[in-house]
């Protein structure tokens, strides 16, 4: 550590914390611990009185007399813990402010002895949250033994190839390591990564025991053959050990567990060159460490990375397995620290899970497998497709056939906040890579100009707070959570601590998504190739039948080519060509409820002002949509073309938007069709089922949909029920989602319009007639004890009795409230810490060029035990 010149003015550092021992001074804050021994307590409180930021190091000395010297060493000890260089800090609030650490960083030390252990040591270094440092290590003693050196030669004479130059990067250099030197290098970190190359297992078997005594979670990587194998990791008593995992798969064709056992030190490994399977294993080992904190992927699975792709394997513990059987005579269960117990508990979970898929899963005709997919239709509803199937199905081959003559709609996409969890949690898109190739702006909810007449709005968030004190004690929902405050502020949930750092709140506070539809395109159309999907740019002009009528043959290319699969996904939009135009399946519509049928869509500057919410705004004879981007605001009205012409829309869009670009035209119906899935054809998106985007619906339902099918996809060609039973569970949710909109319309009083008044007088609210008499008997629907939800373990956004009340709480509906649960005080002191914290708030932009700088946020959106996305709070 660099000493303070005597010139230099040092000050306090706000960030540091001082604890004071019997023998020690302990100093923490986000970036380390320091230990101060022989320094007394008065002297240290004396010398930092003196810290003031105006007085140089010569003058503080001088100011406490005595020792000069010693007082100058003891401020140059404390430089970079409890203080800090004045000239050094200008410096850095010269710059771009940073978001504040939450947390003292994660000790890790990884073990190697060729390219690997550097290459994961560059991917673990670029993350804020980790202290690494790399190991090269030349040779196990226990490798070096002469009996076992002789084994080795005699019974598994396998190449352990030569030992590179040490790499440059390493912290630390040892020849030959001892299972003593091993076991004190795991007691001065936090986490290990095991990453030897061309070695014998009995080496790794050595970490692998080092691991289990010590207690320290340690992630176990192998080369084997053409693949890279990683986990488990192996976590105390409670996991599946490196040992269990090799005799449970690589060795498990030995019927004499003796000699498998005898055999597994003398196996060898093999090494790495550089490409893409190097860095996959990289990251692979960096996301396994942000979650070994709270819950190990790996802990009792492997991950085997290929060229071709990945897959995830379960490791059960095994009771023959000698290389950790010792651990439980030694294990006090009531003691055990948090991991081991939270691995307990995980484990006990997964094998639930294993057992209730034995149970459950297998058909009794399990002939006719599925093994080729072909989507018709490329967009989001083709690509999402593809996406689900490869990360979540790999052994199925999926083709996408799209034509470049046919252009996509290509409109702002506003989502729900389930989208982030299919994208990053169930497909495993990288999170910071999206960021930086699609540029999403974030959704906090929707606010809309609707409901009363004048200047009335009403904000829909999509953080969950209670609407009954509210609405009795003032009449309306303004400010009614902290995510409601800050749409009212155009701010989001990044807020500033007054220090020039800032802290993000991204993982308690719901949010979605605003996604430009090309970019996002673009994005899934580069992961889709990635992930192996086969691409075909053809014009696909007939689908011929089968003799049943109920299947598809085939389909025929514009130049006569025949493409045939086990299963087609209807992905051509509006025009269903393979649902309804060759299998006829019947269309229902959704006229009498929803009367709009055609959409104009344009763009308008926003100045580089990101609102943090979709905006919906009554119209004439509809409503338009805002979604806001980052160079502009995309725009566009929805109406019926029975009171409405494209030319009268377009004029009232300028009337309003004097910036408006050149709009398109759109025409659309709203409903669904009869089936879902019908003989060897499902229809996802448009094709099966469309309603105006009001609410967002599009992507949120269409998630829903490919979460079913890939949850419930059938073993066999032969197994119709499922087929049946997800064709009426999604159109009972469509349905449901028809009397949700109608809502919107039915109860709008905005303007007094030829438009508006057929909407309050005829809308038929279909389904949703029941919920909304029991509100006008007992508001809110939410505090009735979910008497009309349905019990489903796939719910959707908008089944949930809480959208209900915001709408018909937001328009004012008629209803007769419940008794409120606080006071109207203790509501009034929760609104003022609203507005409070949301003064505190940034703006989207400025909050977006911080994430560039901190990508370890985003991750912690779905890493932090309290994210809502880890527990489903949206």
């Known amino acids: 550590m660099s000493s303070f010149s005597s010139d230099e003015t040092p000050e306090r550092d706000p960030q540091a914390q001082v604890l004071f021992g019997v023998s020690e001074i302990l100093i923490v804050k986000d970036t380390g611990c320091w230990t101060l021994r022989g320094v007394s307590r008065e002297r240290f409180e004396r010398v930092l009185s003196l810290v003031d930021g105006r007085r140089s190091i010569d003058e503080i000395c001088s100011a406490t007399g005595g020792d000069t010297s010693a007082t100058a060493e003891l401020l140059s000890l404390l430089r ?38 550097g290459a994961i040591l560059d991917e673990v270094a670029q993350a804020s949250a980790f202290e690494a440092c790399l190991v090269e290590i030349g040779a196990f003693a226990s490798c070096l033994e002469r009996t076992f050196r002789e084994a080795a030669s005699a019974r ?109 030190p003398l196996l060898a490994t093999g090494r790495l060159h550089p490409g893409p399977l190097l860095y996959a294993a990289a990251r692979g080992v960096r996301d396994e460490l942000r979650r070994v904190a709270t819950d190990p992927l790996l802990a009792g699975r492997l991950l085997r990375l290929t060229r071709e792709g990945s897959t995830l394997a379960d490791v059960a513990v095994r009771q023959d397995c000698p290389f950790c059987r010792p651990r439980a005579a030694q294990e006090q269960p009531l003691q055990a620290p948090p991991l081991t117990r939270q691995s307990c508990v995980s484990i006990s979970l997964n094998s639930d899970r294993r057992a209730e898929a034995e149970v459950r899963g297998v058909p009794a005709d399990g002939s006719a497998p599925y093994r080729s ?204 060509f393979l649902l309804e135009k060759k299998l006829g399946s019947p269309f229902i519509s959704y006229e009498s409820s929803l009367f709009t049928d055609s959409a104009i869509m344009a763009d308008v500057p926003n100045g580089g002002f990101i609102r943090p919410y ?109 087929k049946q039973a997800l064709s009426r569970k999604l159109g009972r949710m469509w349905d449901d989602l028809r009397g949700l909109l109608a809502i919107h319309y039915k109860y709008n009083r905005k303007f007094d319009t030829e438009f508006w008044r057929a909407c309050r007088a005829d809308t038929d609210l279909a389904s949703a007639e029941t919920r909304v ?17 349905a019990n489903d373990p796939v719910a959707d956004f908008f089944s949930q009795d809480y959208i209900y009340d915001v709408l018909l709480c937001g328009q004012q509906a008629p209803a007769t409230y419940l008794q409120p649960f606080e006071s109207r005080a203790a509501m009034e002191e929760r609104q003022r810490h609203y507005r409070a914290a949301a003064q505190w708030a940034l703006p989207q932009a400025e909050a977006l060029r911080l994430l560039v700088e901190e990508p370890e946020t985003l991750i912690s959106v779905f890493d932090s035990p309290e994210s809502w996305i880890r527990l489903k709070r949206y």
């Open 773 to 789: 008499r029991l509100f006008a008997d007992r508001a809110p629907l939410s505090y009735s004890r979910a008497l009309l939800r």
């Open 373 to 576: 997919v072909g989507i018709l239709g490329g967009g989001t509803a083709g690509y999402l497709t593809a996406l689900a199937l490869r990360t979540r199905r790999p052994e199925l081959s999926v083709t996408l056939i799209e034509s470049s003559k046919i252009p996509i709609i290509g409109v702002g996409e506003a989502t729900t906040p389930r989208l982030l969890d299919f994208l990053h949690a169930r497909s495993g898109l990288d999170i910071v890579d999206f960021y930086r190739r699609v540029l999403p702006t974030w959704k906090l909810g929707i606010q809309f100009f609707w409901g009363l007449p004048g200047e009335y709005t009403f904000n829909g968030a999509f953080q969950f707070a209670s609407l009954l004190e509210p609405m009795v004690y003032r009449g309306n929902m303004d400010t009614y959570s902290l995510g409601c405050a800050l749409m009212e502020r155009d701010r989001v949930p990044v807020f500033s601590n007054g220090d020039g750092t800032y802290t993000s709140f991204l993982h308690r506070i719901a949010f979605a998504y605003h996604l430009d539809n090309v970019r996002f395109v673009r994005y899934l159309t580069e992961e889709a190739e990635r992930l192996g999907v086969r691409h075909l740019d053809r014009v696909i002009t007939d689908a011929a039948l089968a003799p049943d009528g109920e299947n598809i043959e085939y389909l025929v290319d514009d130049g006569g080519e025949h493409h045939r699969f086990d299963l087609y996904v209807d992905a051509s939009g509006f025009r269903s």
């Open 80 to 117: 970079g813990s409890a203080l800090r260089s004045r000239r050094e800090q200008a410096k850095t609030q010269a710059g771009s402010p940073r978001l504040a650490a939450h947390a003292t960083r994660t000790r890790v030390v990884i073990l190697g002895n060729g390219l690997l252990g």
């Open 614 to 722: 979709t905006r919906a705004e009554s119209m004439d004879c509809g409503w338009c949509w805002t979604i806001p981007f980052h160079e502009r605001d995309h725009r566009g009205y929805v109406f019926s073309s029975a009171f409405c012409s494209v030319e009268r829309a377009i004029e009232e869009m300028r009337r309003k938007n004097p910036t408006l670009t050149e709009p398109r035209s759109l025409k659309f119906r709203s409903g669904r069709h009869e089936h879902f899935w019908r003989g060897n054809v499902l229809a996802v998106g448009n094709s099966y089922a469309f309603v105006e985007p009001l609410e967002s619906t599009g992507l949120e339902m269409l998630s829903i949909e490919l979460d079913l099918v890939v949850d419930h996809f059938p073993k066999s060609q032969h197994d119709l029920g499922v």
């Open 156 to 264: 598994a004479p396998a190449a352990v190839s030569d030992r590179p130059a040490p790499s440059p990067s390493a912290s630390s250099v040892v020849d030959v390591m001892t299972s003593n030197e091993l076991r004190a290098l795991f007691d001065a970190h936090d986490v290990a990564v095991c990453a030897l190359e061309g070695t014998r297992y009995r080496a790794l078997l050595d970490v692998n025991t080092a691991a289990i005594t010590s207690g320290l979670p340690c992630i176990m990587v192998a080369v084997d053959g053409e693949q890279v194998v990683l986990g488990p990791t192996v976590v105390r008593t409670q996991r599946a050990c490196l040992g269990c995992a090799v005799l449970g798969t690589s060795l498990a064709m030995y019927p004499d567990r003796t000699q498998a056992v005898e055999y597994l």
